[in-house]
């Protein structure tokens, strides 16, 4: 399973068109490049956790890149220990399979199992990315990367160019290592490269801005290169299925929903206090985290509490109805493409710890949680241009025919075990491949 983070069906479907990418053009001859749908919300964390886990966050407990204390409104990270639910590779294990994993995000720290993994994003250093350790000299040796340095990218074009240049030269290197050195049932590698890319310059290559577009050329030629040399050197037989847990567009705003919050009344901090969830004051009924998640501020839930279970009916009511007018005051367009409800979202054992309600991204409105962000709508933040979709993922199996969809995230973690020819009753998802033989479980 290979991964090109945040690469939009549209997109691949435009390059290989215009003779572009003539590696992957040649393997999607043999199958279907279809749309996949991502996560609720769209973000890496989420977005993964429900790939490898074959369920939504309901089930797995990974709801996005930040989230409250139980007990508070404190913000913490949560990381591989949090997911709730198995990964594709502990089923896989249970019937004797062996996995290689490397840079899938959401798996740090590096658990042990049954084969090897080396975290992807967020993992912030390598030594405790690597399971087993016996690999991470190796793996120093030949300067892997796990991720290109944003901070200093982000204020250097040229940095950012040599830093995704040589990322994705070690990414290369060392799924070539694993390739040749391990014994593998399963084996993913995620390219996270690209979706660093986007983020910095999808609007400017969008825009016709002449180094973007270059660079968006001379490095998806490379990555055209990578795929073409890993579809030659996979053993005969093997099955490959390449997808992206996202799509990417134009970013126009910012649209920060925890002052639009304030705005209408929902939310006021303790006077004096720095804005900030840990100093909400308990009057307030509504919070946001990003992106677009909304939370009734309950009373005994957490300390700073407010709102007694009879009312929250009435207080998401109520929210939903004001949703229902989020407007971009320059054009009248509603900023974002609707509003799920928690029962409608997520499904399982962790899905009341879920925001009440969710808001669909629309292209072009990037929903932000931050609670200090002094108006509702802003500018896409100095030097960041392009924002996910959630609908414009991609899914290509090779010499499969696939089932009419829509096709999601968690049907993925199915398929690959029914490829492996493992039964995993319970999983959310079903498998994408035509006259599949897993049951419906929606």
């Given at each position: 399973?290979?991964?090109l983070?945040?690469?939009p069906?549209?997109w ?11 590696n992957l053009a ?6 279907s ?5 991502s ?5 890496s964390?989420?977005a993964?956790t429900?790939?490898f886990?074959g369920?939504?966050?309901g ?8 989230e ?5 409104h404190?913000l ?8 709730a ?13 062996r996995s290689v ?6 798996t740090?720290?590096?658990p042990?199992?049954?084969g090897?993994l080396?975290?992807g ?7 405790r ?6 690999l991470?000299p190796?793996?120093q040796?030949?300067?892997y990367?796990i ?5 200093t990218?982000r204020?250097s074009?040229?940095r ?14 060392a799924?070539r ?11 993913v590698a ?6 660093r890319?986007?983020?910095?310059l ?6 016709g ?7 968006f050329r ?16 996979l053993p005969?037989g ?10 990417f567009?134009t ?14 009344g929902?939310l006021s ?5 720095s ?7 308990p ?6 985290l ?9 009373a005994?839930r ?7 279970e009879?009312e929250v009916?009435?207080v ?14 320059d054009t009248?367009?509603?900023?974002h493409?609707?509003?799920?409800l928690?029962?409608?979202a997520?499904?399982g054992?962790?899905a009341a710890?879920?925001?009440?309600c969710c ?22 933040a100095?030097?960041l ?13 090779r ?10 995230l968690e ?5 690959i ?19 599949s033989?897993?049951a419906?479980?929606?």
């Amino acid at each position: 399973m290979l991964g090109l983070d945040g690469t939009p069906c549209s997109w691949l479907r435009a390059e290989t068109a215009a003779g572009r990418l003539p590696n992957l053009a040649a393997l999607f001859q043999d199958g279907s490049l279809v749309p996949l749908r991502s996560s609720l919300p769209a973000v890496s964390s989420t977005a993964w956790t429900t790939f490898f886990t074959g369920q939504d966050p309901g089930g797995h407990g990974i709801f996005g890149f930040m989230e409250c204390r139980p007990d508070s409104h404190d913000l913490w990270f949560p990381n591989y220990r949090h997911v709730a639910a198995p990964a594709v590779w502990d089923l896989a294990a249970r019937a004797g399979r062996r996995s290689v994993v490397l840079n899938l995000p959401g798996t740090y720290p590096a658990p042990a199992m049954h084969g090897v993994l080396v975290s992807g994003f967020v993992a912030p250093s390598l030594e405790r990315s690597v399971h087993p350790p016996a690999l991470l000299p190796r793996l120093q040796a030949m300067g892997y990367r796990i991720d290109v340095d944003a901070f200093t990218a982000r204020g250097s074009f040229e940095r950012l160019e040599a830093d995704l240049f040589q990322t994705l030269a070690t990414r290369w290197q060392a799924v070539r290592l694993l390739l040749e050195q391990e014994h593998w049932d399963l084996f993913v590698a995620v390219v996270t490269e690209t979706d660093r890319l986007y983020h910095f310059l999808w609007n400017a290559m969008a825009e016709g801005d002449p180094r973007a577009v270059d660079l968006f050329r001379r490095f998806h030629a490379e990555v055209d290169r990578f795929v073409g040399w890993l579809a030659e050197a996979l053993p005969d037989g093997t099955h490959l299925i390449i997808m992206s847990d996202h799509g990417f567009t134009t970013e126009h705003r910012d649209v920060h929903t925890n002052a639009w919050l304030r705005e209408r009344g929902y939310l006021s901090f303790d006077h004096g206090a720095s804005p900030g969830l840990g100093s909400i004051d308990p009057r307030s009924t509504v919070f946001s985290l990003d992106p677009g998640r909304f939370y009734v501020n309950r009373a005994g839930r957490r300390p700073r509490g407010g709102v007694p279970e009879r009312e929250v009916a009435a207080v998401v009511e109520r929210l939903v109805a004001d949703l229902a007018d989020l407007r971009d005051p320059d054009t009248g367009e509603l900023v974002h493409a609707g509003v799920v409800l928690r029962d409608d979202a997520y499904h399982g054992p962790r899905a009341a710890l879920g925001p009440d309600c969710c808001v669909r991204p629309k292209p072009g409105y990037e929903l932000k949680g931050g609670a200090a962000a002094p108006s509702v709508f802003a500018p896409p933040a100095a030097g960041l241009g392009g924002m996910h979709t959630s609908d414009d993922a991609h899914l290509f199996v090779r010499g499969a025919v696939l089932r009419s969809g829509p096709l999601g995230l968690e049907d993925l973690a199915p398929t690959i075990l029914e490829l492996l020819e493992v039964e995993a009753p319970g999983l959310r998802g079903r498998s994408v491949l035509a006259a599949s033989r897993t049951a419906v479980l929606r």
